[in-house]
């Protein structure tokens, strides 16, 4: 694979290999199964499997499922599928879940150490009692309570003698910590819960500041790469490492997340969408989600080099989505064969043309790509063109149809348009054209040239389709930019106020009759039109629904 942009947690574990500090490396994707994957943990995918990969090393999956509230199989499965489209295979599958016996027998640990203790106060008090950037906390009335009692009460949230919220179970480092991180952490919580994959096993649950090293040291992780919000965290992170004896020391490493112009990437949100009917699902085709983008016709090839390309460093600024759209024309361009489509039909009779003949015309399917080789398409007296390709009155330098003058059919011949038809109201129904027959594709012909070169679909063998275009689904190049500013949370403008009401347009027009035996996920380039799908839910038997990827231009330059 390549590796051309920069990264400088590849040197990290460079160094770490030379000095001998280690002698492998392991790296994990943690996703929580609380929602479908989207483009920023594709990005996190990227960067684990690669590093592995170059340094021969291994990668796990493991499902960070350490809270039972939000968690769900219907996502376990669902990262599952994404991870393997996106092209990668995982060493070990694990659920964090399945380590929450280590988990307490090290908590336990902690409480024998003094490290540890039970607390009573409220959420509402720990936070009170924290303190502030400026201001040291103050301790809890039970932080010194024995190690005895500790155990006890410990063993006694266990075992499900108290309720929710009752009691917690708090890390004993610094109150004074200019790091409010280390001001006595709550470690475990009661959470009378049936999880997804202990059942009712359990009623505590381990936090994510406790769980997370834990899990890491557990599979042996050496390099465990998360996202620049975890920055302040690591002092704790290597902390609990630390005074839990862990046998293997795996380092935490920050990078900056992944951001998208007119995207929300957090599963919270993009939930929301789903659950708020904006959307029709978490794989909507215009969601930032894997299997959004999936369904939408983005390659996993033009994903992974996307988030390549977008390196890895500290910040985070959102990056541009054309970039994206850019890679995957790159990728699609000598792969996806060329066709005609019609979006807005427009009938086109062309009078001199023999009754009840059909000509069946050569066409190339893609001349970027010649190997692809060559297609069969219909001609005949009655064809479709795009309403958009005639004007009765056109301004100047417009160069389709309108009446006397000729235009080339892509692949067929010459027309001339001699007449429009109009109904009732004036709309033009119809337009009639000559052809002449001497101005035939890849005949020769010079004797005259003309503008424009339109495309087209014989309309008695034409195969209806369903064309789906969309548009970003959010106004704002930074969807969450307002509700940072918003002080009162009551008066919060979220998000959702972005959303664009015209991101989905629905288009019945034709294809061309090879058509008919398209499958889900094949990939054209309409002529004139750009980059479809073939979309995999809706699309039924004689009756393609085709999802726009990217149109062919674009102002993008990398
Ligand atoms: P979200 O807010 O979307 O739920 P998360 O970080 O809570 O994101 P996790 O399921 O915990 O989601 O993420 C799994 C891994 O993917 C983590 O290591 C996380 O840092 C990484 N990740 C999540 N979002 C991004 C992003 N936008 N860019 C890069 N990495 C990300
Ligand atoms: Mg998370
Ligand atoms: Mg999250």
Known sequence: MEHTSSNFIRNIIKEDLESGKRTHVTTRFPPEPNGYLHIGHAKSIVINFDLADEFNGKTNLRFDDTNPLKEDSEYVHAIKEDVKWLGYDWDGLFFASNYFQEMYEKAVLLIKKGKAYVDDLSADEIREYRGTLTEPGKDSPYRDRSIEENLDLFERMRKGEFGNGEKVLRAKIDMSSPNINLRDPVIYRISHTTHHNTGDEWCIYPMYAFAHPLEDAIEDVTHSICTTEFEDQRPLYDWIVRE????????QIEFGRLNITNAVMSKRKLKQLVDEGFVDGWDDPRMPTVSGL??????????RTFVRETGVSKGSGAVDSQMLDYFVREDLKMKAPRTM????????VITNYPEGQVEMLEAEINPENPEMGTRQIPFSREIYIEQEDFMENPPKKYFRLFPGNEVRLKHAYFIKCEDVIKDEDGNVVEIH????????????????KVKG??????????????FRLYE??????????????????????????????????????????????VSPQDKFQ????????VDPKETAKDNPVFNLIVSLKSSFKL
Request: aromatic share 10%.
């Open 244 to 251: 839990c004896e862990t046998e293997s020391v795996p380092q």
């Open 294 to 303: 999936r369904r939408r016709g983005y390659t996993p090839e033009a994903i």
């Open 341 to 348: 489509g019609i979006l807005r039909p427009l009938k086109v």
């Open 433 to 448: 054209c000559t052809y002449d027959p001497e101005t035939k594709s890849g005949s020769g012909f010079t004797g005259r």
């Open 453 to 466: 070169t339109l495309h087209w679909v014989e309309a008695t063998q034409a195969v209806p389709a369903e």
């Open 472 to 517: 970003p689904l959010l106004l704002n190049e930074d969807p969450e930019e307002q509700e940072e500013d918003a002080t009162e949370p009551a008066a919060e403008k979220t998000f959702l106020d972005q959303v664009n009401p015209n991101s989905l347009e629905v288009l019945k027009g034709f294809v061309e009759p090879n058509m008919k035996e």
């Open 526 to 533: 309409f002529f004139r039109h750009g980059y479809f799908n």
